[in-house]
């Protein structure tokens, strides 16, 4: 399970990368070692909580179109909800 969660880490910063994703705001939990990071490209939020002593345990949060919370447990469900935000511009 490590390395299907570190890999899922992987992939989705490969691609974020790959479309431009800036870095909105990163905050730092010293007590409890969480990075908390806040991604953005044009209307589409999402939002990284990572361990620093566990890396494969990061976890990533985005938004629907409508404001509604997604977990992401897949590199599909976070392109899913960016093409359905991106889709919603005009």
């Not at 909105?24 to 990075?35: D, G, I, L």
């Not at 806040?38 to 629907?64: M, V």
């Not at 919370?69 to 899913?80: E, F, R, T």
């Amino acid at each position: 399970m490590k390395n299907i969660a570190s890999t899922l880490h992987s992939r989705i910063h490969e691609w974020i990368d790959v479309f431009g994703f800036r870095l909105n705001a990163s905050q730092t939990n010293r007590n409890r070692n969480v990075t908390t990071k806040h991604y953005f490209f044009e209307t589409f939020n999402f939002l990284e909580k990572h361990d620093t002593r566990h890396p494969e345990k990061s976890k990533f949060l985005c938004f629907d179109a409508y404001g509604e919370k997604i977990k992401v447990n897949s590199l599909l469900d976070l392109q899913a909800a960016f093409f359905e935000n991106i889709s919603q511009l005009k």
